[in-house]
């Protein structure tokens, strides 16, 4: 039997009920730690990372690293020491670099590698491989880059050799921060300044890590600049724990009436804190304390208690903000009192999953009113029961409905659960030391 057949068959079964207590700190965030491997990897001298994410996805980043001849050591507790080449000495790898499930890999490389002079594929898991990748072919192709996708816009992505790129004032069509990342990465090695204009703000990682390596980045309003042919210098970065884990339990710890909980050490990014703000908007009880920055991005500890949660209009000004959050809010919305609505975020269509309809379908297994709409969900809340569901190998919807059994009458099983481990390594045992009972079968 293949692997992938046999991972697919990672199921979670997760016992009714429970109380979330104790105080945890959630793995390292996903995002800040792709970007700490690909921006010190281009620096001038030796980038020390602590609190490194060492999920499948982070790892497949540093490992395409490594394949094209940086020398990385760990990671060892998270902790990771890359040994810049510079600008232009990465060298030419004689395979595919495969980047399993990981979207953020795929199209931020892409525009990193664009202009370096060298041929390579990017390849990726079934999941990767249908996820729309003409919305970073595009303005590359506009800046002069040579890339080929399937006759669909997906994956493998094969880049050529091209001699230099030009730059570009980018006007981004949907808001997706990986665009916007890829644009401003090909930017780096374009002749004059690329600027990219955003519809909304997306979490700005790669400006504020770019401004860390010591490169002029400047923002001024929605619109974002910077001058190719520069360099970076290597520095140290401590990577907070993931707001976008923590969610699971902001949200399991609100609706288990009686928890008690602290995230200690979360992002607290403003352009990735929709979560805190919907939750409360919902009723929510979370305490922030302990503010303050590391290198660049703000972080604090959370706590939340057991609080009964009401159905809300969610503000579309919220969507980019918590964009990877829904799949557990859908289960917030499905343990409230009365109606939510979700509009304005299609966007959730074309991630690892299709999280509208999965999430849809998996709520309506479990009893609850959850109707999918083009760009949202209309959920009524209400008394959820036990069943089966299909996480369809997406991380976060694996996650969501194992801390939907906190509010269930019923055992809960989850299937094709391997890809938790994309994201946050642990997860089974971390939810089990604080209050659930959740068994890997
Ligand atoms: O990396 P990947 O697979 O795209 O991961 C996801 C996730 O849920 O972990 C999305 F499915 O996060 C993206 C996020 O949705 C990570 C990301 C980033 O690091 O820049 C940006 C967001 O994507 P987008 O398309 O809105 O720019």
């Known amino acids: 039997m293949s692997e992938s057949i046999l991972t697919n068959k990672i199921r979670f079964l997760v016992k009714p009920g429970g109380v979330l207590r104790g105080s945890i700190r959630v793995p390292g965030d996903k995002s800040i730690s792709h970007r700490s491997i690909m921006l010190g990897s281009l620096a001038n001298g030796v980038t020390q990372i602590s609190g490194f994410l060492e999920g499948d996805d982070s790892l497949a980043t540093l490992k395409a690293f490594r394949t094209m001849g940086v020398t990385i050591d760990g990671p060892h507790d998270g902790r990771v020491t890359v040994h810049g080449v510079g600008m232009h000495g990465l060298q030419q790898p004689s395979v595919a670099l495969d980047l399993g499930n990981s979207g953020t890999s795929m199209r931020l490389l892409c525009g990193l590698l664009a202009g370096q002079g060298m041929n390579l594929t990017l390849t990726g898991d079934a999941s990767l491989s249908s996820r729309p990748m003409r919305r970073v072919t595009e303005p590359l192709s506009s800046m002069g880059a040579a890339i080929d996708t399937t006759d669909n816009g997906t994956a493998p992505l094969h880049i050529k050799a091209v001699g230099h790129l030009d730059s570009i004032h980018y006007q981004l069509p949907v808001a997706s921060a990986q665009v916007k990342s890829c644009v401003l990465l090909a930017g780096l090695y374009a002749q004059g300044e690329s600027c990219v204009v955003e519809p909304a703000p997306t979490r700005d990682h790669t400006e504020r890590m770019l401004r860390g390596f010591g490169y002029a980045v400047t923002t001024d309003g929605n619109r974002i600049c910077l001058d190719g042919g520069g360099c970076l210098t290597a520095t140290t970065i401590d990577v907070p724990a993931d707001i976008s884990s923590a969610a699971f339990f902001l949200v399991g710890a609100s609706i288990a009436q009686g928890s008690d909980l602290t995230l200690r050490h979360v992002g607290m990014n403003p352009t990735r804190i929709g979560v805190i703000n919907i939750l409360r908007k919902m009723g929510a009880s979370i305490e922030i304390s302990n503010q303050l920055q590391v290198g660049g991005e703000p972080v604090a500890d959370l706590r939340v208690r057991g609080a009964g949660l009401k159905g809300i209009q969610i503000p579309e000004s ?4 918590a964009i990877d959050e829904f799949p557990v809010l859908f289960v917030a919305a499905a343990c409230a009192q009365g109606e939510t609505v979700l509009t304005g975020a299609e966007e959730l269509r074309v991630k690892e999953s299709d999280r509208i309809q999965v999430m849809a379908d998996g709520l309506q297994t479990l009893g609850i009113d959850a109707a999918p709409t083009a760009d949202g969900m209309v959920i009524r ?22 801390i939907a059994a906190l509010c269930a009458d019923g055992e809960i099983v989850i299937d094709d659960c391997a890809n938790v481990d994309t994201s946050f390594p642990g997860f089974a045992d971390l939810v089990n030391s604080i209050g659930m009972r959740l068994e890997i079968g």
């Open 318 to 321: 919220q969507v980019p903000l």
């Open 381 to 402: 809340g209400g008394k959820m029961r036990g069943g089966r569901v299909d996480s369809h190998g997406d991380h976060r919807i694996a996650m969501a409905f194992a």
